[in-house]
């Protein structure tokens, strides 16, 4: 791997990119500084310290164990002035309510599109 103390003016690997990165975020320095440092345009630091966020979330999201229980609806209709209903934390946060005598093909869907976003 080359040396980042002084970098040429050639495209870096995504590997040369992270590790410049992770060193920007070790640094006591301000983006600015830090790219003058060594040698690369700030608006390029930027660009590998955002790829390397977006790749530690993504990474840190796959890593997250999804298990599912069936529950079997009750009743084809909610229930007219029913307050019951089931509570889902999804693992991105969202909170969806389920109200009892839910549809399950509904829910799919709803739940379909909550993951595309």
């Not at 599912?68 to 909170?95: H, W």
Request: proline share 6%; glycine share 6%; charged share 20%.
């Amino acid at each position: 791997m080359r040396n980042l103390s002084r970098l040429p003016k050639k495209q870096l690997t995504q590997e040369e990119g992270f590790k410049l990165a992770r060193a920007y975020a070790a640094s006591d320095m301000t983006q600015q500084a830090f790219a003058d440092s060594v040698g690369i345009h700030v608006a390029r630091l930027g660009y590998w310290i955002r790829l390397a966020r977006k790749e530690a979330a993504a990474s840190a999201a796959d890593n997250v164990p999804v298990t599912f229980m069936e529950i079997p609806a009750t009743a084809s209709k909610p229930v007219v002035g029913s307050t019951a209903f089931y509570k889902l934390q999804l693992p991105t946060g969202v909170l969806v309510d389920v109200p009892t005598g839910f549809c399950p093909r509904e829910l799919n869907q709803l739940l379909n599109i909550i993951n595309c976003l």
